[in-house]
């Protein structure tokens, strides 16, 4: 098997770019390009990533000069299932499954494709999750209610803020504020009773739970500037979250 | 009775979070009993008069060893297991209290929240590197010196 060395780049760096953005870890995404680059053959293969670029290096022939290239993620959401379905691509691939052709059409759809799971289904999962953890944490049967439609508030202004703010944190910090408000209000008008447990909940679907595991695997394997870049990620948007609900209580309670 | 009500309602929040963080469709409910033999775990722990933060932990593991166990099962990532496995165990409303403490002027009380919210953070954490070195034994080559050369 013997490819051009210009495609392989290509999809390499296609299919590391799909992994960063969407929330993979950095060491899944360095060991995928560094295996894909070997299963074509080539040599000297080496593989750079942060969480805000990839670097991607090898050799085609020994007389010939090295490639290097190099793509910049600005973006980062979570969408585990595209981590997955790359991941996929990726070891066909690597088991000569598939061509490099198939492999580049395969990402490029996966790149494109919409989301898994529709939204207002993901701000109704954000309403479930609220009021089952406002329950966990101690929360009556009556709260559940309360609890749902804070935390369906909060998935809501995040979702629909985003899309105008460019500044990440800030849309965090409105949720967080929305949310903490509805639950004051719920409970103001006599719906649920213990405030505490309401806010929690409606506090659950902004906890940033991929930047927060990502930094520990990461800082584990070794990828010290992956992992503490991650890390303050996911203390920044912790830190947004918990000065959006002080600013609620602060006024309103 | 107590304690059916709180495991099934773990199993539908932690499935919930899945959809929220766009889980494959055939990981959603394996991540759903991760998370609700975590919460076992940690109730189980307590129950039996352990710290929270030791709970915590051996929660952690658990979930942690669970996901890479099934995730090697059904070629999946790992992460897409481990992250909806650990979120029962997130110290969301210690996390809340400390902020509280602080806001309402009360430093120490939100210090002593403070530090439980970042001691249960770092179990957490503990939980998923014990987990990773158990399921990565016989890679290693040596941190410091080089005994095999």
Redesign the interface.
């Known amino acids: 098997m013997s490819y051009k060395a210009d495609d392989i780049m290509d999809v390499c760096l296609l299919a590391g770019e799909i992994m960063l953005k969407y929330g993979a870890e950095t060491y899944r995404v360095e060991e995928t390009l560094e295996r894909m680059a070997r299963a074509a053959s080539f040599s000297n293969v080496h593989c750079f990533a942060t969480t805000t670029g990839i670097f991607l290096s090898f050799e085609e022939k020994k007389e010939k000069e090295d490639l290097m290239q190099m793509v910049r993620i600005d973006d980062r959401m979570q969408d585990l299932n595209k981590v997955t379905e790359v991941n996929q691509v990726s070891r066909e691939f690597v088991s000569g499954i598939i061509s490099v052709n198939d492999a580049r059409e395969k990402l490029e759809q996966i790149a494109k494709a919409p989301m898994q799971y529709p939204l207002w289904l993901i701000h109704l999962a954000a309403g479930v999750a609220g009021s089952g953890f406002s329950y966990l944490f101690g929360g009556g049967w009556f709260d559940l209610i309360p609890a749902f439609l804070a935390a369906m508030v909060s998935s809501l202004v995040v979702v629909e803020f985003e899309r105008y703010l460019k500044v990440r944190f800030a849309a965090e910090f409105t949720a967080a504020f929305c949310g903490g408000t509805t639950a004051i209000l719920l409970v103001f008008i006599g719906l649920g009773n213990s405030l505490d447990q309401i806010i929690i909940g409606s506090l659950m679907p902004l906890v940033p739970g991929v930047p927060l595991t990502n930094a520990v695997r990461d800082l584990m394997s070794g990828d010290l500037l992956a992992g503490v870049s991650r890390g303050a990620e996911a203390l920044l948007t912790s830190l947004a979250i918990a000065s959006g609900i002080a600013l609620t209580i602060s006024i309103f309670v | 009775m107590e304690v059916i009500a709180?495991l099934l309602?773990?199993f539908?929040?932690?499935?919930?979070?899945g959809?929220?963080?766009?889980?494959?469709?055939r990981?959603l409910l394996i991540g759903g009993a991760i998370g609700m033999v975590t919460?076992g775990v940690l109730q189980g722990g307590l129950y039996f008069g352990a710290s929270s933060v030791f709970s915590t932990a051996v929660a952690s593991l658990t979930a942690a060893a669970a996901a890479h166990f099934l995730a090697r099962r059904i070629?999946?990532?790992v992460?897409?297991l481990?992250?909806p496995g650990?979120?029962?165990l997130?110290p969301?409303?210690r996390?809340?209290?400390t902020?509280?403490s602080?806001?309402e002027g009360d430093y120490l009380r939100g210090l002593e929240f403070g530090v439980e919210t970042m001691l249960r953070a770092g179990a957490i954490?503990a939980g998923?590197?014990f987990a990773?070195a158990i399921f990565s034994y016989g890679k290693g080559i040596g941190h410091r010196y080089e005994p095999n050369r």
């Open positions: 709180q309602i773990t539908i929040a932690t499935v919930a979070f959809i929220i963080f766009s889980v494959p469709k990981a919460w070629r999946i990532p992460t897409t481990a992250i650990i979120l029962p997130v969301g409303s996390a809340y209290f902020m509280l602080f806001v954490a998923l590197v990773l």
